[in-house]
């Protein structure tokens, strides 16, 4: 049986009072004209005295979060998703049955109020009550005031009391969806076309991750919960669709940081007859055109470091950015007839480990890159030239085969998009799958399965092609300048309650 404090007994005394006077207690449509920002941008700059000849009457709704009773005067606030507004009530506006009505308000109700917009003497816009209608009654209290949910855990296991208490939380809320549709105007104008592809699936291509797995019923089979959108997307082209995006929610079966949740959303993008170039030039105008349409600057303060996206931004090989902070030059490694005993040595000096499928040169490029170079890169950073062991998507450098034709992009240390030149040949396709399969049976549980029927799609010919995919949380981060990822994500994922019991 369900325990109540007194403060939550109070408030189910209080319902029944408003259900003996014959209000619905948990409300009926009602039809409001104003939102609080629309009351402040409309009468904000109108002086106190100007009001007494005015009769601007409007109707707002929203939950009670101040209450200042004062007899047979109060004021109080209310506050809808735009802000906060101060209402005025009296008894000689509303009547005497409206305002003992109103007296049994607590903070955290919901009402709608009707009248007119006024000034107070110190200068608050307010709207005095003429109408007063209880709509919801909120049976448990809100946090305290000033401090609201001060565990963190809890901020986001209730968003719900989370959106209600923290205006910043509330507001990265509305930025998101703001981003997201900048990104989708800013796509059609290129041309693409935004589509939906299966989030089952058979198989585990289109990156190197561990997946969630569930089992299908009817067909008595296993399938994964998808952890990249590109196949799919690769087989529209094919299919003569040529621009193709998808936004959509991913799942990889890893760990949570600040930085990582297990389901995410992943925006990817090919286009044929692009390339790597294209994804870049591409990249750099999206960020800029966020920036510019949704914030109005450049510059934000992220993770404690000032980002500038304005100007043009930085484009270096991962070996070249591995020489500028170890003087080690992988290229002249890569080119001695011993090179793997090389690497090998270099990465035993350097105390990094290496995993039995890790044991060629380009993954240990890769170690390196990821020990001595990934969080020095801070300011808008293209990163490209990765060792083709490594992305077995992407189309090998036609100058030099032992790297491929992929950037990624770094901001304040962390990965914000993974780009390529296609691989489009279907022979070096099933070669790369099969050399997954190598590196599984080596203990690499991330590895590709072969996707056989994207062979054959790859068979009928698809258009050279760049591709790149988004982490549309990460960038959310940046833009909206948040440490953790679980502030951009209303709902997070958490550990069970009963974990930390």
Same mark, same amino acid.
């Given at each position: 049986?369900?325990?109540?404090?007194?403060?939550?007994?109070?408030?189910?005394?209080?319902?029944?009072?408003?259900?003996?006077?014959?209000?619905?207690?948990?409300?009926?449509?009602?039809?409001?004209?104003?939102?609080?920002?629309?009351?402040?941008?409309?009468?904000?700059?109108?002086?106190?005295?100007?009001?007494?000849?005015?009769?601007? #009457?409007?109707?707002?709704? @929203?939950?009670?979060?101040?209450?200042?009773?004062? @007899?047979?005067?109060?004021?109080?606030?209310?506050?809808?998703?735009? @802000?906060?507004?101060?209402?005025?009530?009296? #008894?000689?506006?509303?009547?005497?049955?409206?305002?003992?009505?109103?007296?049994?308000?607590?903070?955290?109700? &919901?009402?709608?109020?009707?009248?007119?917009?006024?000034?107070?003497?110190?200068?608050?816009?307010?709207?005095?009550?003429?109408?007063?209608? !209880? $709509?919801?009654?909120?049976?448990?209290?809100?946090?305290?005031?000033?401090?609201?949910?001060?565990?963190?855990?809890?901020?986001?296991?209730?968003?719900?009391?989370?959106? #209600?208490?923290?205006?910043?939380?509330?507001?990265?809320?509305?930025?998101?969806?703001?981003? #997201?549709?900048?990104?989708?105007?800013?796509?059609? %104008?290129?041309?693409?076309?935004?589509?939906? *592809?299966?989030? $089952?699936?058979?198989?585990?291509? %289109?990156?190197?991750?561990?997946?969630?797995?569930? !089992?299908?019923?009817?067909?008595?089979?296993?399938?994964?919960?998808?952890?990249?959108?590109?196949?799919?997307?690769?087989?529209?082209?094919?299919? %003569?669709?040529?621009?193709?995006?998808?936004?959509?929610?991913?799942?990889?079966?890893?760990?949570?940081?600040?930085?990582?949740?297990?389901?995410?959303?992943? =925006?990817?993008?090919?286009?044929?007859?692009?390339?790597?170039?294209?994804? =870049?030039?591409? *990249?750099?105008?999206?960020?800029?055109?966020?920036?510019?349409?949704?914030?109005?600057?450049?510059?934000?303060?992220?993770?404690?470091?000032?980002?500038?996206?304005?100007?043009?931004?930085?484009?270096?090989?991962?070996?070249?950015?591995?020489?500028?902070?170890? %003087? &080690?030059?992988?290229?002249?490694?890569?080119?001695?007839?011993?090179?793997?005993?090389?690497?090998?040595?270099?990465?035993?000096?350097? !105390?990094?480990?290496?995993?039995?499928?890790?044991?060629?040169?380009?993954?240990?490029?890769?170690?390196?890159?990821?020990?001595?170079?990934?969080? *020095?890169? &801070?300011?808008?950073?293209?990163?490209?030239?990765?060792?083709?062991?490594?992305?077995?998507?992407?189309?090998?450098?036609?100058?030099?085969?032992?790297?491929?034709?992929?950037?990624? $992009?770094?901001?304040? @240390?962390?990965?914000?998009?993974?780009?390529?030149?296609?691989?489009?040949?279907?022979?070096?396709?099933?070669?790369?799958?099969?050399?997954?399969?190598?590196?599984?049976?080596?203990?690499?549980?991330?590895?590709?399965?072969?996707? =056989?029927?994207?062979?054959?799609?790859?068979?009928?010919?698809?258009?050279?092609?760049?591709?790149?995919?988004?982490?549309?949380?990460?960038?959310?981060?940046?833009? *909206?300048?948040?440490?953790?990822?679980?502030?951009?994500?209303?709902?997070?994922?958490?550990?069970?309650?009963?974990?930390?019991?």
């Amino acid at each position: 049986m369900r325990e109540f404090t007194e403060q939550e007994l109070v408030r189910r005394e209080k319902l029944s009072k408003i259900v003996d006077l014959g209000i619905d207690p948990f409300g009926q449509r009602f039809d409001r004209d104003s939102f609080a920002s629309d009351i402040v941008e409309k009468y904000g700059d109108i002086e106190h005295d100007e009001f007494e000849n005015r009769n601007d #009457i409007v109707t707002i709704a @929203g939950r009670i979060m101040f209450i200042r009773k004062m @007899g047979k005067a109060s004021f109080f606030s209310i506050q809808d998703k735009t @802000g906060k507004m101060q209402v005025y009530i009296s #008894i000689n506006d509303v009547g005497e049955e409206k305002y003992e009505l109103f007296k049994s308000a607590d903070l955290g109700d &919901i009402v709608g109020v009707k009248g007119k917009v006024m000034k107070t003497r110190t200068g608050e816009l307010t709207v005095k009550c003429l109408e007063y209608t !209880h $709509l919801v009654k909120s049976l448990r209290p809100l946090p305290e005031k000033f401090h609201g949910l001060t565990d963190v855990e809890e901020r986001y296991r209730r968003r719900y009391v989370d959106l #209600i208490m923290n205006e910043d939380a509330k507001k990265v809320a509305f930025e998101r969806p703001r981003i #997201i549709n900048c990104i989708r105007s800013f796509m059609d %104008g290129k041309g693409y076309t935004e589509v939906e *592809t299966p989030v $089952l699936t058979t198989l585990l291509t %289109g990156a190197s991750a561990r997946p969630f797995v569930t !089992h299908h019923n009817t067909q008595d089979l296993d399938m994964y919960l998808r952890i990249a959108l590109e196949l799919p997307l690769k087989r529209l082209l094919v299919g %003569g669709m040529e621009a193709v995006y998808e936004i959509g929610r991913v799942f990889r079966n890893e760990g949570m940081d600040p930085k990582h949740n297990p389901e995410f959303t992943l =925006m990817e993008a090919y286009l044929a007859y692009g390339n790597l170039e294209s994804m =870049m030039d591409q *990249t750099e105008e999206m960020f800029k055109k966020i920036a510019n349409d949704v914030y109005g600057r450049y510059t934000f303060n992220w993770c404690g470091d000032e980002i500038n996206l304005d100007g043009k931004w930085k484009r270096i090989s991962m070996t070249d950015a591995i020489k500028e902070q170890t %003087g &080690i030059d992988f290229v002249e490694v890569y080119n001695k007839d011993n090179a793997l005993e090389e690497a090998l040595k270099l990465a035993e000096e350097h !105390h990094i480990e290496v995993q039995e499928h890790e044991r060629n040169v380009g993954h240990i490029i890769n170690l390196f890159f990821e020990k001595y170079v990934e969080e *020095t890169l &801070i300011q808008p950073t293209f990163l490209y030239g990765h060792p083709v062991e490594i992305s077995p998507l992407t189309k090998k450098n036609p100058e030099d085969p032992r790297f491929v034709d992929r950037f990624e $992009l770094f901001i304040g @240390g962390k990965e914000f998009a993974n780009a390529y030149t296609e691989l489009n040949d279907p022979i070096d396709q099933l070669e790369r799958f099969e050399d997954q399969l190598k590196e599984r049976d080596l203990g690499n549980d991330e590895a590709n399965d072969i996707d =056989m029927d994207f062979i054959e799609a790859l068979e009928y010919g698809m258009p050279p092609a760049g591709g790149i995919g988004y982490g549309i949380d990460r960038l959310c981060m940046l833009f *909206t300048e948040s440490d953790s990822i679980r502030d951009v994500i209303l709902f997070p994922t958490m550990k069970d309650r009963s974990v930390n019991k």
